[in-house]
């Protein structure tokens, strides 16, 4: 059973930092692309950032470029959001997606809640 859990979220002042972590399991990660969206209240989820586990390339949201940085612990089975130089516009539910690179197949962790205070 595939599960993507998430965890890091939390309140956090403007400026500040966060690290958010995406333990994977039950999947073989070297057939997938590990992302990171996010869903402020009352708008739709929105692409952040990806990173492919076979070769480690790493994909941005214009929004974000400079400003977070995806990583991957193989090892671990985690995928990592460093989110530096936060703001209030950054608050959002973060979720973690897998998604293969050969099939139709993608999933969904619970989701982590980023609050930037002004």
């Known amino acids: 059973q595939v599960q993507l859990v998430e965890s890091g979220g939390g309140l956090v002042q403007a400026g500040g930092s966060l690290r958010l972590s995406c333990a994977a399991s039950?999947?073989?990660?070297?057939?997938?692309?590990l992302s990171w969206f996010r869903q402020a209240s009352g708008k739709e989820r929105e692409f952040v950032s990806a990173?492919?586990?076979?070769?480690?390339?790493?994909y941005y949201a214009d929004s974000v470029k400079g400003q977070f940085t995806i990583s991957r612990d193989n090892a671990k089975r985690t995928v990592y959001l460093q989110m530096n130089s936060l703001k209030p516009e950054d608050t959002a539910v973060y979720y973690c997606?897998?998604?293969?690179?050969?099939?139709?197949?993608?999933?969904w962790g619970q989701g982590t809640q980023v609050t930037v205070s002004s």
């Open positions: 997606n897998a998604k293969s690179v050969i099939s139709w197949y993608t999933s």
């Open positions: 039950g999947l073989a990660l070297s057939s997938y692309a």
């Open positions: 990173i492919s586990w076979v070769d480690g390339r790493t």
